[in-house]
């Protein structure tokens, strides 16, 4: 595909690791203004009370996303727990084409999977200080039962042991600390070599004979 001059942020983490809510704090105003978007994932999961279809996700029914699957719609797409998930294709590439920034907030595989598609793109694992914090934290969330609280536990210490594929890892110990970081890294993405403008890099080096 053609990537323009855009730039893809890969956010993953283990559940409880606090993606979402560093995700959430990244599209503030000042950075949407810069051209930051999120990317809206299609998804089976029902609607939870708080969400708005197109703001959180689009839900969708099952037999509705096999149809946009097949039909190609999704750079990936993934079952996590009992649901399925997708990152629509078109408005990723258009941000890319566009040049602005585009960040996904996505499960461990859907990281691998889109950094194989998208190997520009850059990968922030977003890991908990301590396991006692994972713990209390997946506890928080109160959705889950003592069974299935110790499945998500276990899966996320295995997820962990990934972190050395990522290109980037932040300890979320504070928020604020932690979304500042993520902020830091998007933001010296330009001094990267591969972005580079090496028009403006070869009028500096004539200039200076
Ligand atoms: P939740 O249902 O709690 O919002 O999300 C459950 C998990 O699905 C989270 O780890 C989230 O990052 C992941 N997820 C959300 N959208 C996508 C997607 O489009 N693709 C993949 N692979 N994972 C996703």
């Keep these: 595909m053609k990537q323009g001059t855009g730039k893809i942020v890969i956010i993953s983490s283990p559940s409880g690791g606090g993606k979402s809510s560093i995700c959430r704090r990244l599209l503030r105003a000042g950075n949407k203004r810069k051209g930051w978007r999120f990317s ?8 939870r009370p708080n969400e708005r279809n197109g703001r959180e996700y689009w839900f969708v029914s099952y037999p509705e996303f096999v149809a946009l699957r097949q039909r190609g719609e999704f750079a990936e797409s993934c079952q996590v727990h009992k649901y399925y998930y997708g990152t629509p294709r078109e408005p990723l590439e258009r941000t890319l084409t566009a040049g ?7 499960d461990v595989k859907g990281a691998f999977k889109l950094k194989k598609e998208y190997p520009m793109a ?6 908990p200080p301590s396991r006692q914090e994972l713990a209390r934290r997946l506890k928080q969330r ?3 039962d003592d069974k299935h609280l110790r499945i998500r536990l276990r899966r996320a ?3 962990m042991k990934l972190y050395r594929k990522f290109d980037y890892v932040v300890i979320n110990r504070e928020l604020d600390t932690a979304v500042s970081e993520v902020e830091m890294i998007i933001n010296s993405f330009h001094c990267q070599q591969r972005f580079i403008d090496h028009r403006r890099i070869s009028g500096l080096l004539r200039e200076s004979d």
């Design 40 to 47: 809206i994932s299609v998804t089976t999961r029902p609607r």
């Design 100 to 106: 602005g920034v585009v960040i996904l907030d996505v």
């Design 122 to 127: 850059v990968s922030i694992f977003i890991l």
């Design 142 to 144: 109160g959705t889950e």
């Design 157 to 159: 210490l295995s997820e």
